[in-house]
Structure formats: structure tokens, C-alpha cells
């Protein structure tokens, strides 16, 4: 298993930044770490990746150019930072670990932008 707890959400007003950390309880260096967010209604969507080399990002449309995505392999951490953040963003956000097509994932830590 790799266990995988997410830090850092809260309460921001828009146009505002958290910064979400996610934690994992083994060695995820050769990884690909992802971040997911779900809003109650919705299905859970692709919000940004990060190869296991680190060196590699995706996103998805809706936040690139605000969200960066970065992995710590030594402190087996990957971090999403989020500026000017939209009422919108709010949402449960869900870190993800991939190994060859194998998914894990966290338990999620809220993000609540007010307007």
C-alpha cells in the first residue's frame, strides 16, 4: 500500500493561495504524483500531474497558469501551489500515486475560495 495524506486546505478568499502538501508514507520516487478535486454534484477531475522524475507537469485547462505542481522524493512530498484562486477551485482536493497503471489515493483536504 501507499499511504497518502493531503495537508494544507482551508478557507481563502478569491484571488487568494493555499499551498496543498501531500505526504507519503513510503518511498513514491518512482511515481507519477498527481492532484484531483471533487465538488459535491461533480465527478472528480484531472487537476495536475508530475512525473516520477519531477521534471515533466500537466494541467488541466482550468488552472494552468495558476496551480504548480512539484514533488520532494526526499521528503517523499508533493506539493500543488494555488494563486489567485477562483470561487470555483473550491473542492475537495485528492492526491494521487501511480505504478504502472496502479492507482492510490488519499482522503482529500478541503479548499473553500469565498467570493
Known amino acids: 500500500q501507499v499511504p497518502l495524506v493531503e495537508s494544507g486546505g482551508g478557507l481563502v478568499q478569491a484571488g487568494g493561495s493555499l499551498r496543498l502538501s501531500c505526504s507519503a508514507g513510503r518511498d513514491v520516487s518512482g511515481y507519477s504524483m498527481a492532484w484531483f478535486r471533487q465538488a459535491p454534484g461533480n465527478n472528480r477531475e484531472f487537476v495536475a500531474r508530475v512525473s516520477w522524475t519531477g521534471t515533466s507537469t500537466y494541467y488541466a485547462d482550468s488552472v494552468k497558469g495558476r496551480f504548480t505542481i512539484s514533488r520532494d522524493s526526499a521528503k517523499k512530498t508533493v506539493y500543488l501551489q494555488m494563486v489567485s484562486l477562483k470561487p470555483e477551485d473550491t473542492a475537495t482536493y485528492y492526491c494521487?500515486?501511480?505504478?504502472?497503471?496502479?492507482?492510490?489515493w488519499g482522503k482529500g483536504t478541503l479548499v473553500t475560495v469565498s467570493s
Open positions: 494521487n500515486a501511480n505504478l504502472y497503471g496502479v492507482d492510490y
